[in-house]
Every structure is written in C-alpha cells, then in structure tokens.
C-alpha cells in the first residue's frame, strides 16, 4: 500500500470515528433504552437468563422424579397383587386340605361303627368302606348309611343365592368323594334342602 492510500484510510476510519461519536451522542427516538443497555443491566439479565433456565431444568428434574415414582407406585401395587392371589390360592389349599381331613375323620367314625376297611387297590392306597353283611342294601338301608357317613360333612344351605352354586358343586365333590350312588344323592339334599322350600 502506498503512503497515499494509507492516509485516505485513516481519514475514513477518522470521519467514521467522529460520525459514531456524534451518533451516539445524539438521542435515539425511544431514549436507546431497548437498544442500548449498560453493563450492569446486562449482567442482571444474564443472571435472570440464568435463573430461568435452571427453574427449567429444575421442574424436568422434578417431573422425571414423578415419573419413577409412579412407576414404582406401579410395580409395588402389581407386586402386591401378586402376593394376595398368591395368600387367596394357599387359602384355597388350606381349605381343600381341612375338607379332606373332615372326610379322614367321618370315614373313621364311619369305621367305628362296624364297617369294614379294605385296601381299594393291591399296593394298599386308599380304603373302600365296605358294610358288614348284616347292613340292609335297600334304598333305606343305604340312604341311612349315607346319611349317617355325610351327616356333619356336608354343607349347610347357604342364605345367599350367590353362594348355591358353590355349595352345588362342594355337594357334588363331596358325594363322589364317598361314591354315593345317585339314587341316595336326592334323598341326601332332601333335609338340606328344606329350610329353603319352606319359604
């Protein structure tokens, strides 16, 4: 660059100096407030900027926070329902279990009574009450030998109509369990069965 160039360019930068000097001098049409802002607003707005970016990042923090809480809401109450069908099938065993052992306990009273017990296969598992020759074989002979043998083993008649066919189905359970031919099983339910025909 040559000397001549040089001095036009620093002519210009100085004519541009003086015209910003006046510029800036002169007041903008809305006082320059929204235009220019002093350091110290700056600053306030950096930190204002600051603030709501973490009160941001701080409520996405606090909404995944919710998040995992629901779902671990979520897996406690499956687990927990787990649990309970769980207690209500060991319930149901239990139950099984009591009903087999009141079946256990009128087949030896049964016993006591003068029947005789033979294994019902050759290994020797499980029994067949068999009646001793003296006991009548007609209808009334084997209603009463049923009815003795069932007497405090089968349900009572439930108040509930919701609650018949359960107790239809524990009746026929427990007549196959003591082979109950099905000529006595109508005379069986005819007592059980009465509070509810009187009605």
């Given at each position: 660059?040559?000397?001549?160039?040089?001095?036009?360019?620093?002519?210009?930068?100085?004519?541009?100096?003086?015209?910003?000097?006046?510029?800036?001098?002169?007041?903008?049409?809305?006082?320059?407030?929204?235009?220019?802002?002093?350091?110290?607003?700056?600053?306030?707005?950096?930190?204002?900027?600051?603030?709501?970016?973490?009160?941001?990042?701080?409520?996405?923090?606090?909404?995944?926070?919710?998040?995992?809480?629901?779902?671990?809401?979520?897996?406690?109450?499956?687990?927990?329902?787990?649990?309970?069908?769980?207690?209500?099938?060991?319930?149901?065993?239990?139950?099984?279990?009591?009903?087999?052992?009141?079946?256990?306990?009128?087949?030896?009273?049964?016993?006591?009574?003068?029947?005789?017990?033979?294994?019902?296969?050759?290994?020797?598992?499980?029994?067949?009450?068999?009646?001793?020759?003296?006991?009548?074989?007609?209808?009334?002979?084997?209603?009463?030998?049923?009815?003795?043998?069932?007497?405090?083993?089968?349900?009572?008649?439930?108040?509930?109509?919701?609650?018949?066919?359960?107790?239809?189905?524990?009746?026929?359970?427990?007549?196959?369990?003591?082979?109950?031919?099905?000529?006595?099983?109508?005379?069986?339910?005819?007592?059980?069965?009465?509070?509810?025909?009187?009605v």
């Open positions: 660059m040559e000397r001549e160039e040089l001095k036009t360019v620093a002519a210009q930068v100085e004519a541009g100096r003086l015209a910003g000097e006046e510029a800036r001098r002169k007041s903008l049409p809305d006082d320059g407030e929204e235009m220019f802002v002093p350091s110290k607003a700056m600053g306030a707005r950096a930190q204002e900027y600051e603030v709501q970016k973490m009160k941001l990042e701080l409520r996405r923090l606090e909404m995944e926070a919710e998040s995992r809480r629901i779902e671990v809401e979520a897996r406690r109450t499956d687990r927990e329902a787990g649990a309970e069908i769980h207690k209500m099938e060991l319930e149901a065993q239990l139950e099984k279990q009591r009903l087999e052992a009141e079946v256990r306990m009128a087949e030896l009273k049964a016993g006591a009574h003068g029947e005789l017990r033979e294994p019902a296969n050759e290994n020797g598992e499980g029994l067949i009450l068999r009646a001793p020759q003296s006991v009548d074989n007609s209808l009334a002979g084997r209603t009463k030998k049923f009815g003795d043998a069932l007497r405090h083993v089968l349900p009572h008649m439930p108040s509930e109509h919701a609650e018949l066919p359960q107790f239809f189905d524990t009746v026929k359970i427990l007549f196959k369990i003591y082979q109950v031919p099905a000529d006595v099983q109508g005379k069986l339910l005819i007592p059980i069965l009465k509070p509810l025909l009187d």
